[in-house]
């Protein structure tokens, strides 16, 4: 309770992060012991808040975001490839990249977490997914890979419903809604057409089946869904491909690049925290410090000045 208490203060991205540095902290204090489940007490709490207060671990990030450049080259790179050269789990992580990215999805809520926590055992399956039309109509799912090709025009949107995870237990949050998009590098950031293609890879013969195929599975059989380790392995592999360095990437880095992608994109408040689900000012969080958009603004305040 008093860790929880402590990252609420201090603003944590995540309530792990500060049980690790509470426990160095302990270690610091009370000489490296095994300290197991040596927790705080009433008495030791102003010496901790002390020690937090001079040593800011939220200020420290080692952990770098992607950015929309990262996922363009990526897309770029592929492009030029041909998606016939990809192997499936590359299909497989490159949807649940675009994914992450344009729906700032934490890595657990895709992959499979290594909690073993009764949330985080419920992945997306196909039959969260439902495909539309132009004209509102659901689509069917494809039932191959060539019947995917043929029939990816037509996906205009798509709604996912969104599993429990870790940080959503009821799974309460609202479905996602994803735009299709055909052609060029556009296709390869839409996660509608994305997903919709690797179903094709990996098709379901009936609605039974859609109940529990996994929609990101480890392999093309598997009935498993893909590690955060593996998830963030391929991810890196695919950075270095396309000539990006995959240093200090984490899986939660697609949802820290998206939502500053929203931020350099002129997005709102509301509109950050109705995409990221988030019902309070946490997103700030994720926030970086970015050289174009203090130029932009920069130049800005210079134009204004001018015009007096």
Not at 134 to 162: E, I, Q, T, Y
Not at 238 to 263: E, W, Y
Not at 275 to 283: E, K, L, N, T
């Amino acid at each position: 309770m008093c860790v929880c208490w402590l990252a609420r203060s201090y603003k944590s991205s995540t309530v792990s992060t500060y049980i690790g540095h509470v426990k160095a902290l302990l270690g610091q204090w009370l000489g490296h012991v095994v300290m197991e489940d040596l927790g705080f007490t009433w008495s030791r709490l102003n010496k901790a808040l002390r020690i937090l207060r001079s040593t800011r671990p939220v200020s420290v990030r080692d952990k770098r975001p992607f950015t929309f450049n990262m996922m363009l080259n990526i897309a770029t790179y592929w492009q030029a490839q041909g998606r016939n050269t990809m192997t499936f789990t590359q299909k497989c992580m490159w949807a649940a990249m675009v994914l992450c990215f344009n729906q700032l999805l934490r890595g657990n809520e895709i992959a499979q977490s290594s909690t073993f926590s009764f949330a985080n055992r419920i992945p997306m399956v196909h039959s969260h997914i439902k495909h539309f039309g132009a004209d509102g109509r659901v689509l069917c799912s494809p039932v191959s890979s060539a019947d995917a090709r043929k029939r990816v025009h037509l996906v205009a949107s798509s709604k996912l419903k969104m599993p429990p995870s870790k940080c959503d237990p009821e799974a309460n949050n609202l479905p996602l809604y994803l735009t299709g998009a055909v052609g060029g590098v556009q296709e390869w950031l839409s996660p509608a057409t994305q997903i919709f293609l690797l179903q094709g890879d990996c098709p379901t013969v009936s609605y039974a089946e859609a109940q529990y195929c996994v929609l990101f599975p480890k392999s093309r059989k598997s009935v498993q869904p893909i590690s955060a380790a593996n998830m963030l392995k391929v991810a890196k592999a695919m950075c270095s491909k396309a000539s990006i360095d995959p240093d200090n990437l984490g899986t939660h880095a697609f949802r820290v690049g998206g939502m500053n992608h929203l931020q350099e994109s002129g997005a709102t408040i509301a509109q950050i925290m109705a995409i990221g689900r988030w019902s309070s000012d946490a997103w700030k969080l994720y926030s970086r410090r970015n050289r174009k958009r203090l130029v932009v603004w920069s130049q800005k305040l210079t134009q204004q000045a001018q015009r007096r």
